[in-house]
């Protein structure tokens, strides 16, 4: 049972460069999310997504785009990126659309930005 | 604005019970929600409340109060498995998860 696959795990991006993060699940959810955890700070939400084809801006959206072509995948973007975006970020799911609160949640994607 | 409040970090004894507090601000409420996360990985469920009282599951227990802004996660016969960060999330008008920043829960033997 996979769940929620982010790739990659880790990497190390210089500043300016385009970064795509992936994201897929496998368990039909309607709604996806894109969240940045930094330290001490809560969970912020970039975007979601209640449905495929629909996507929408979250708490912090700057610098950061999304797609939702299909049901499974959730790929971030960060077109040229710069060093506050160095981050741990997690995709996330949840099985209704963006009111059903219980979220699944990737293993993260930890991105330095030098 | 929306603001969730809870402690940064927590030490209790192994075996014994701890008290994890959350003070919520939201835009309207839709629930509180606490997850779970191991160091280095994911957030996991544990817990929701939408009406007033306590929900026992376990060794873990949620209570809200949404007179107070309140919500504590109870846990009991602590684990060494329980040290772990601990996250209170409100759910506002709008369906959106408002996060705390998430209390340290340190277990000693």
């Known amino acids: 049972i996979a769940g929620i696959t982010q790739a990659p795990t880790s990497q190390i991006l210089a500043a300016g460069r385009r970064m795509t993060l992936r994201c897929t699940q496998d368990m039909r959810h309607n709604a996806m999310y894109w969240y940045r955890q930094d330290l001490g700070l809560g969970l912020r939400l970039i975007h979601y997504s209640n449905t495929a084809g629909t996507t929408g801006k979250g708490e912090v959206p700057d610098g950061y785009s999304v797609s939702r072509a299909n049901t499974d995948d959730f790929p971030l973007t960060l077109a040229s990126a710069v060093p506050s975006q160095t981050s741990v970020y997690f995709c996330a799911s949840s099985a209704g659309g963006t009111d059903t609160g219980e979220l699944f949640f990737g293993e993260g994607s930890r991105l330095t930005v030098l | 604005g929306q603001n969730i409040d809870q402690p940064t970090e927590m030490t209790a004894t192994e075996g014994a019970i701890v008290q994890i507090n959350c003070t919520y601000q939201t835009s309207g409420f839709n629930g509180l929600f606490w997850y779970q996360q191991h160091a280095g990985e994911a957030p996991t469920f544990l817990s929701y409340?939408?009406l007033d009282g306590l929900e026992e599951k376990g060794r873990f227990s949620s209570f809200l109060s949404r007179s107070k802004g309140y919500s504590y996660l109870l846990l009991k016969e602590l684990q060494m498995k329980d040290s772990a960060s601990y996250l209170c999330?409100?759910?506002?008008?709008?369906?959106?998860?408002?996060w705390g920043a998430g209390t340290k829960l340190i277990i000693k033997p």
């Open positions: 999330a409100g759910m506002d008008s709008n369906y959106q998860l408002i």
């Open positions: 409340n939408v």
